[in-house]
């Protein structure tokens, strides 16, 4: 089976050097696609005035009005500074030509990028940052075919609003909003958000529309909302992330690895974190030879609430049985209780095993050696069910 695609669009000033951290964290899991462009890579903050409507204020009727009566006061002095003008005017002109064209090649490139993933009949996820949300917000502006499955943002210049406009379309599945009341860049471009249009201070502030759809994180990933409810969760979460500036997010693998995976898995980021952490606790008091807690951390396994399983929340040893149900029933076997009970026993151990493995292979420093048959079962999904699989094996099933 084909691996969803998962598009990484860097921002201004960038050639996208954090690529590869979240390419070490994602790619056992998704076909992860990095889109660079080169338009945005120089002049540094003299880009910002090309992004406004301030470039265009000399070509305005009034301020030329205003500098011809000027001129005409001048007298002798007038021609000089009407050569000044007309300079400041044709420059500004040119600049604001050069910017529709360099914004244009960079939506076409993307596009064509998104165009390539979405004939595996799947939408991509996305993750994005600064300019990189923009560019990705005016794609689906304009061009209604696109669709986006998961969206991480990251220092987002767009409008508080911005979601208002699509969210009835259901173009795009669920949207992880990092907000950071350290990154000054979004707040400056929230300031100047009258001269800039299409832009605003969402990675400050947070999406704040539509109000009924919008939900915060705490600290550890999840959602009191969500969890209470029954239902499919908000479109919108923001996540502060107020220690961070504009590119903090991208120091090292770690945030990723603990947050991000599970929002594109689809399941709770705290319950993720435990139940892995809790698998490498069994594994290492198995080999320990550490029984009475190891029974212990056996029981939490088996009899907690996980939500894990991109389905209803239950213990492992339900959805275990679950699974069971549905081999039997492909298989055209009948298993006894007996011999049921004997697949989860086995199978619970063999878990942990895995998650405890594919911690281990995450930990060797060369990508290229690792092994992404064992790396994919830090997934907790795909762990139980290579485990139930390799019980049934050995039991002979």
Known sequence: MAKRALLLIHGIESTGDWFEPIVDVCEPHFECIGVKYTQYLH???????????????????????GILFLLHRLGHAGPVLLVGALVLALTAGVFAILEIQRRASVLRLIKQRYDQTARQGEPPHVVAHSLGTYVMGRILRKWPD??????????????????????????????????????????LTGVLTRVMPGFGDAGWFGFSLPADRVHALADDGSCVICESSSGGGAFIHNASVGEFTHGDAFIGPGYAERFWLPFL?????????????TCVRAARLEDEGNWPELQDVESTLRSRTWRLWQCTPQSLNDY?????????????????DKQVQEVVDVALRLTWRAVA??????????RESRRESVLVRVRPLQAVRCAVESALEARGF
């Open 146 to 187: 696109v669709r986006y499955e998961r969206v991480v943002y990251v220092g987002s210049p767009l409008p508080r609003d911005f979601w208002n406009e699509v969210i009835d379309s259901k173009r795009v599945g669920h949207v992880r909003n990092e907000v950071g009341k350290m990154d000054l860049v979004v707040r």
């Open 320 to 336: 275990v049985g679950r699974y069971l149900l549905g081999w039997q029933h492909s298989h055209g076997r009948s298993l006894t």
């Open 43 to 65: 002049w540094g903050w003299a880009k910002l005035p090309c992004l406004s409507w301030l470039l265009l204020l000399p070509l305005l009727p009034a301020p030329i009005v």
């Open 357 to 366: 493995q594919a911690m281990e292979e995450r930990r060797l420093p060369i």
């Open 265 to 277: 898995w689809g399941i709770s980021g705290a319950d993720y974190t435990e139940f892995r952490d």
